[in-house]
């Protein structure tokens, strides 16, 4: 009873603080957001690391290691993905790999590594192929072709595009989508194919309705009016061109709303002033989209507006203000590797300087130039590389896996041929052993039932003889009685009377208990009543909690003559004033505990009395066990089991 409770009370705990580690991640999960964001991931991602609980593990590592992506942390990127990495080799989880390789790809981003970055999206993409995640594979394509138009590989990039789209465009998935319709149109613009480059942005136009979030809706929507009229002015249609960036400078609050949308609808409205010849007009937006730029401390962008106002002072013939400018810009440029804008400046300051001066401006030029194209050659080359040994490497393994496979169906076949002639061998030996145990389990049924109705029958004659002594003989000793007090033989008489109540006690412990009108338990309850007194105290514990119908009759009669006998002895003998009496019904046995604070007895010397014996008797016949453990000055504990076996339940014997 005690290891069950003291399992039971393990159990919980480890239940409660289970359920409160899930709670606390719960909270961390919901909570995470401003500056405390990222820390609280990375403790929901250690808790279900500490829990053991896989599936919880595999969200917070994904959700950790998006965070850590958007807060530029490497390290928080690579505990993700080896967190995803292990659970991909305890689970096998495919889709935790493609998210492992997802986190690589973003760790070389940040790191400007963009071929690496380039390899872990591909293989991230084709492990989504083998899944047939469409969604993602449809992200990662994105992804890919965004690198390719950044590094001037426009054709790969159209031929991942549209490889997206087969994926993408059947599952609506629009905010993807929009995404790839304009980075086609991207990369068509830029191989001269304006007409082209203009058909997708306005598919992408058509769906950004479905957008739900507004600002990224409108800043959709000003991104591809910006797309198209740039595709008119390449095509010459600078009206068409003018129109549509006007359109766009209209919008309401734009340079407060969309600072960046707004410089550039003036830079390109600019530029067509440019084109057209109007210097004037042209410089002016060129400073007011430099000023705009200044504000957001975007030097990236500033160097475009230096290069921009250089060409047009130039052009305007005022070489002290284009020189400066280009002076500006090539250096904002270098700073942040803005190589087209270098490349730009230095062309302009080869143009704007003499001598020497000019010389040094055009030979870095051409060395500069020189070294980009033969970059934008080698990633092209390592692109299409990246692309054909991972692809050559996938149908390798899906030959050797076929070939494995027949060898495995080779081996299996031979297994399971082997395993057949030991199935057969097993059966066999299962159907003897079956009989011989059906065997004995029937014998053992029948000497059971045998016993029972033995016992059975010795309780009805227990029963006839105890009715005799109340009926017969007490009855003649009765009258008897009543002829000798009329006879004044009052001492005889009284003797008599003390011998008919001796007959009388004998007959009552001779019949046996019935329970077919009255229950076990209330029996059990009448019994207590019987014997309980102020200064002698009888407790009961587990009667009420088992189902004692389910019992035969002999193992309830058994208890109950073992209690009384019990109880009769704390009174009587070992003059006790407390009884504990426990139930407990635990897998096949029935336990019985007597507990009493009586004088107890040495149990070594004293012999068990006729009761005890008779006792032992009845409970041998059952195949239980009386275990008596007593000490002087302390009292005695009595221990009754008996098994249950199949035969307990009444309709079992019939």
């Known amino acids: 009873m005690k290891k069950i409770l003291v399992f039971f009370l393990l159990f919980t705990a480890f239940f409660v603080c289970s359920q409160e580690q899930k709670d606390s991640i719960s909270f961390y999960l919901n909570n995470a957001k401003g500056i405390r964001k990222l820390s609280y991931l990375k403790k929901a991602v250690i808790l279900s690391n500490d829990l ?3 599936s919880l593990l595999k969200k917070t590592s994904i959700a950790y290691g998006k965070q850590s992506y958007f807060s530029k942390d490497t390290l928080g990127l690579t ?30 981003k940040i790191k400007n590594n963009l071929d690496s970055t380039f390899y872990y999206y591909h293989k991230s993409k084709n492990i989504s192929v083998a899944l047939k995640d469409s969604a993602e594979i449809g992200r990662r394509l994105l ?7 950044k590094e001037l590989d426009f054709l790969g990039c159209e031929i991942t595009t549209v490889e997206g789209l087969k994926y993408v465009e059947p599952l609506k998935k629009y905010r993807v989508l929009i995404s790839l319709y304009q980075t086609l149109g991207n990369a068509l613009a830029s191989l001269k194919r304006p007409k082209e480059a203009r058909a997708y942005y306005h598919k992408a136009q058509n769906i950004v309705k479905y957008n739900k979030i507004k600002r990224k809706r409108e800043k959709n929507y000003l991104n591809l009016l910006n797309n198209i009229g740039m595709t008119y002015k390449d095509q010459g249609n600078y009206k068409k061109a003018v129109s549509l960036f006007e359109q766009g400078l209209r919008t309401d609050s734009l340079e407060i709303k969309y600072p960046k949308n707004y410089q550039s609808f003036l830079g390109n409205l600019s530029s067509i002033y440019f084109l057209q010849g109007d210097t004037k007009k042209a410089i002016e937006g060129y400073k007011i989209v430099l000023e705009s730029r200044k504000k957001l401390k975007n030097a990236y962008s500033e160097s475009f507006s230096h ?4 060409e047009a002072y130039l052009k305007n013939k005022n070489d002290a203000l284009a020189k400066k400018h280009a002076k500006t810009g090539l250096k904002l440029a270098r700073k942040t590797r803005n190589n087209k804008i270098v490349l730009e400046c230095l062309k302009l300051l080869s143009d704007l300087n003499k001598g020497q001066e000019a010389k040094k401006y055009l030979e870095e030029y051409i060395q500069l130039n020189d070294s980009l194209f033969e970059k934008e050659r080698r990633l092209k080359n390592q692109f299409a590389k990246i692309r054909y040994e991972t692809d050559k490497k996938e149908k390798e393994n899906t030959v050797l896996k076929t070939e494995n496979k027949s060898k495995q169906l080779e081996i299996v076949y031979h297994k399971q041929q082997r395993t057949i002639g030991r199935l057969v061998a097993a059966t066999g030996l299962l159907l003897f052993m079956s009989s011989v145990l059906f065997y004995f389990y029937r014998k053992r049924k029948l000497l059971y039932q045998a016993q029972l109705e033995r016992i059975t029958a010795r309780e009805d004659e227990r029963q006839q003889i105890a009715k005799s002594l109340h ?4 009855g003649d000793l009765r009258l008897l009685h009543q002829k000798l007090k009329k006879s004044n033989l009052l001492d005889e008489a009284q003797k008599l009377d003390d011998v008919k109540e001796n007959v009388r006690n004998l007959s009552h412990q001779l019949s046996s208990v019935s329970f077919g009108k009255v229950s076990f338990k209330d029996q059990i309850i009448n019994l207590v009543s019987d014997y309980f007194e102020l200064n002698f105290r009888i407790t009961v514990t587990g009667l009420q909690e088992n189902n004692w119908e389910a019992l035969n009759d002999a193992i309830n009669r058994l208890l109950y003559l073992s209690i009384r006998e019990t109880i009769q002895n704390c009174k009587k003998h070992a003059k ?32 068990k009395g006729i009761g005890l014996q008779n006792l032992q008797e009845r409970i041998e016949e059952l195949n239980g066990t009386l275990d008596i453990k007593s000490e002087v000055g302390v009292g005695t504990l009595t221990t009754i089991q008996i098994p249950l076996n199949a035969w307990t339940n009444k309709n079992t014997l019939s």
């Open 143 to 149: 992804s890919m072709a965004i690198i390719q138009v």
């Open 79 to 108: 505990f993700s993905k080896n967190k995803l990495l292990k659970h991909y080799g305890i689970k096998k989880d495919s889709f935790s790999l493609a998210k492992a390789y997802h986190f690589a790809a973003l760790n070389h």
């Open 307 to 310: 290069a921009f106002l250089s």
């Open 471 to 474: 009926d017969e003989v007490a």
């Open 576 to 607: 006790a004033s407390k009884v504990i009496i426990t139930f407990v019904m635990h897998k096949n046995h029935v336990f019985l505990q007597m507990e009493d604070n009586g004088i107890g007895f040495d149990a070594k010397i004293n012999k």
């Open 52 to 54: 053991k609980k896989d």
